[in-house]
């Protein structure tokens, strides 16, 4: 069967059946065979003569919940499929399955908790982490569906397509949506912040630093809020501010991303450059992001020139030229690969001439 011999396969359990017909583990490996050809009635027929024989049988009402998936009876295989998951609680395959039935009954409230039973079970599947996405997916599009009809005018609403747009980078659109929200619900915690989060990628730095205030009028324990306006005061030159704001943030939570390099640039302004060189080579070896790395290493050798270590500095300052490179590199390769997927796009179909 391995081999793709179907044929003898087959031939080999029904002669097996014939002699001993009551071997259950025969009809189910007959009933494999079957499935594999195709014969899905048959297959189903053979399966569910061997949990005549053996109820418990590992598998059985798995590939029947399958086959019968297939054939577009769900109720029949959501039947299996549970028994099966009841039989074999730690058999993902089995939770994956349910969870599939059960989105093609339109029903992915109740997928999502198979799903997400499956992926505890096999988190490293991606079959499962592709159904359990869509699942999620649909529940968070019901829920918003829902929500828009209840009050179409809600600040919930704004904040949602708020969210959507910050999701697509349509920066200014989330803008628009956070001052809706914020016009229905002026104190609501979390909005300012949101907003103050979108003019800072807009590169609209003043009414970022405002909102972000704002926020710590209304929630002053908002960590994001009072960080982000840390950085805000340090990129403006305002060291002593934004180092105890970075601080203060970084005492409710320790593992900011990027904070070893912000606070460093902070101890770089206030002239500590040993405790800066001590956070800009934590922030090259931690989790900041890529763009950070490469600037960590520019005001590493900075900040070792300004001590005198040239060497040190010198290989500060090549590193950060490599990673640079290999940036620009990347980019122009991707690039490449954009104008070649759109001339392809471009070109004419070739057609065959005509044989006739």
């Known amino acids: 069967m391995r081999e ?10 029904q002669a097996a059946l014939k002699a001993n017909p009551g071997l259950a583990e025969a009809h189910f490996d007959l009933g494999l065979v079957y499935q594999l050809q195709g014969k899905f009635d048959e297959a189903i027929a053979s399966i569910q003569k061997a949990l005549a024989l053996k109820p418990h049988l590992r598998g059985g009402n798995l590939f029947l919940g399958i086959l019968e998936c297939r054939l577009n009876h769900l109720d029949q295989a959501v039947t299996y499929l549970q028994k099966e998951a009841t039989l074999y609680p730690k058999e993902a395959s089995a939770w994956m399955w349910l969870g599939v039935a059960l989105l093609t009954q339109e029903k992915p409230e109740e997928a999502v908790v198979a799903l997400d039973k499956a992926a505890k079970l096999d988190p490293s599947n991606t079959d499962i982490l592709y159904h359990r996405g869509r699942a999620h997916l649909l529940v968070s599009k019901d829920s918003y569906t829902k929500m828009f009809k209840l009050d179409p005018h809600s600040w919930r609403v704004h904040q949602v397509l708020a969210e959507t747009d910050a999701e697509s980078e349509h920066h200014e659109e989330a803008v628009a949506e956070y001052l809706e929200a914020i016009k229905l619900a002026p104190n ?10 979108e003019y800072r990628l807009l590169v609209k730095i003043p009414q970022a630093e405002e909102a972000f205030k704002e926020e710590l009028q209304i929630d002053a324990n908002n960590v994001l809020a009072k960080y982000k306006l840390g950085v805000i005061a340090v990129e403006k030159g305002e060291a002593p501010t934004g180092k105890q704001l970075i601080e203060d943030a970084l005492k409710e939570r320790p593992n900011l991303l990027n904070s070893d390099y912000n606070l460093g640039r902070a101890e770089m302004q206030l002239g500590n450059d040993e405790a800066a060189e001590v956070l800009f080579k934590k922030a090259i070896t931690g989790n900041s992001e890529p763009e950070i790395v490469r600037q960590s290493w520019y005001q590493l050798g900075t900040v070792l020139r300004r001590m005198h270590q040239s060497q040190g500095a010198q290989q500060a300052f090549q590193m950060y030229q490599k990673l640079k490179d290999e940036e620009e590199a990347d980019l122009q390769q991707r690039k490449r690969k954009r104008a070649e997927e759109q001339e392809q796009l471009d070109s004419p179909p070739t057609t065959s001439p005509n044989p006739n």
Do not use: K, M
């Open 4 to 13: 793709g011999r179907l044929d003898e396969a087959a031939a080999e359990f």
């Open 188 to 197: 609501q915690p979390g909005l300012h912040e949101a907003l103050g989060t």
